[in-house]
């Protein structure tokens, strides 16, 4: 099956290079982010004469974030947007209206953060960085959020992370060629104490698959398949095996992108 994409509309507006996009959960709105440090908020125009016009720019968050902007997601209730930077920073920005207001900015990263991912519950907000570590971020009824574990799987730069679209499992891909697995367990308790405080821990990890950086990482949610993207041009297909709840390579197709 083969499939033709044309363009449709040009949004014009970020003065230097375009990082990442997103859209908002119900698709009326997209969020860029780029290396002007700014973020824009995109609406699609009632009056468009040309693709050039088709969308409109309704607002634009500036003067949060020091240095490029490398990445923005909305929440999954549509009401927040993280962006994280090179300034090694993430800042929430909670929309109120056609108004959107920083409530938030997190530190902890010791250099640039490359990715942002909120969890499918809500609850947790995942940041990685140059710093070759993930962070996870818990917010609680009042939208503060506490890093709640700092995770150390990865020898190299962490690119990316992303949730499975059900569940608080949480995938990171680096430039150390592999794929680290995390979920919450329970963990082990003090002797003295009877309580157990769950922790965030690596349940798999994908090597020996990719023989270079993997930038990306993606869900399919009809199928329940990973894909992944890797510095070798090659597309990669993970799936679950039911009896190990390990993730098996079901497809690949080097030099995918010449």
């Known amino acids: 099956m083969s499939v033709r994409l044309e363009e449709v509309a040009v949004l014009a507006g970020h003065s230097e290079c375009v990082w990442h996009a997103s859209w908002h959960p119900n698709g009326s709105l997209l969020a860029t982010c780029g290396s002007d440090k ?6 699609p125009s009632r009056n468009a004469k040309t693709p050039q016009d088709a969308w409109d720019c309704v607002a634009t968050l500036e003067d949060a974030q020091g240095r490029t902007i490398r990445a923005c997601e909305w929440s999954r209730n549509g009401q927040y947007i993280a962006s994280v930077s090179f300034d090694a920073t993430t800042v929430i920005w909670e929309k ?12 902890g990263h010791e250099s640039e953060v490359k990715s942002v991912a909120w969890s499918p519950s809500g609850s947790y907000l995942a940041t990685c ?13 009042d939208t503060d959020f ?8 990865h020898s190299q730069d962490v690119k990316f992370v992303t949730w499975h679209p059900d569940e608080d499992l949480l995938f990171s891909t680096s430039y150390d ?16 104490s009877y309580l157990t405080e769950p922790e965030w821990t690596q349940v798999d990890a994908l090597t020996g698959y990719h023989p270079r950086a993997v930038f990306s990482i993606h869900w399919n949610i009809s199928t329940n398949v990973l894909a992944t993207g890797c510095g070798d041009d090659g597309i990669r297909l993970f799936q679950a095996n039911p009896s190990t709840a390990k993730f098996e390579l079901v497809y690949q197709q080097v030099h995918a992108h010449a």
């Not at 700014?38 to 609406?43: A, H, K, N």
């Not at 109120?96 to 530190?107: F, K, P, T």
């Not at 060629?177 to 082990?188: F, K, L, P, Y």
């Open 38 to 43: 700014t973020i824009r908020i995109w609406s």
């Open 96 to 107: 109120q209206g056609d108004v959107y207001e920083v409530i938030a900015s997190l530190e």
């Open 129 to 141: 960085s140059r710093d070759k570590s993930v962070w996870i971020w818990e917010a609680d009824a």
């Open 146 to 153: 506490e890093c709640v574990s700092v995770l150390h799987g």
């Open 177 to 192: 060629d592999t794929v680290c697995v995390w979920a919450e367990r329970d963990g082990a308790s003090p002797p003295s």
